[in-house]
């Protein structure tokens, strides 16, 4: 039986897969959005408070005030156009979180959203973020490194390593331009959990990059 045990623990040792991802600070995709209504045509326009859906182009049917309660958030503005009225869909990029200040979409007028649809600039976006998704319920991931950058005008810069939605990990991202490592060496995600790595900043960021390595493992121990 011990040899059993011991050729699959090999076994798993042997298909265990590592990875590794990259990433770039992104400030170019905040919320997608999309018109496949009967309209001819239909655009939005971003003001310093507001965002203005248009069908026909230029013919307001919709304006969501960024500064009020209920939609000053990016995943707030995103359920306002998704259950607006039919036609109309919005997604929220993978660089955000959702609790972003919506009043920080960039101004913009007439961006074309008809059948192709979209993406809206947020200038502020204060991370870079890698999300890797749960995997088969017979296995887990397990993070082992992150390396980052970030350039930005002061405070601090961090690293934040989530499983799932639970932080477990949090620690200064160094200076300005000066790639860090984070210190973590390992943390096995819980079964049907995602791996959530980020740099986030205090103050506005220009640009930076975030790797991670983590590895697929069998997730079941040998019971036999």
């Known amino acids: 039986m011990k040899y059993e045990k011991l050729a699959l623990e090999q076994y798993r040792e042997l298909t265990k897969l590592y990875k590794a991802v990259k990433q770039d600070w992104d400030k170019t995709k905040a919320i997608f959005i999309t018109y496949t209504g009967a309209g001819v045509s239909a655009d939005v326009d971003v003001t310093a408070d ?22 000053n958030t990016l995943a707030e503005v995103v359920s306002a156009i998704n259950t607006f009225a039919t036609g109309w869909t919005a997604v929220l990029g993978d660089q955000f979180d959702g609790d972003e200040n919506a009043a920080d979409l960039t101004v913009v007028a007439d961006v074309n959203v008809k059948t192709t649809g979209a993406w809206l600039v947020n200038d502020t976006n204060l991370q870079i973020k890698i999300t890797v998704p749960a995997v088969a319920t017979d296995k887990q991931v397990a ?82």
């Open 50 to 71: 507001a965002l203005v859906l248009n069908t026909p182009a230029h013919t307001p049917v919709k304006t969501i005030d960024l500064t009020a309660e209920a939609t």
């Open 143 to 224: 993070f082992t490194i992150a390396l980052g950058k970030s350039t930005y005008a002061g405070g601090t810069s961090v690293f934040r390593v989530y499983n799932g939605t639970t932080l477990a990990w949090e620690e200064s991202a160094g200076a300005t331009t000066v790639q860090a490592t984070c210190s973590l060496p390992v943390l096995s995600i819980d079964l049907g959990n995602q791996l959530i790595v980020k740099i986030k900043n205090s103050t506005g960021m220009t640009a930076g990059s975030l790797s991670i390595g983590y590895e697929e493992k069998y997730a079941a121990p040998y019971t036999a």
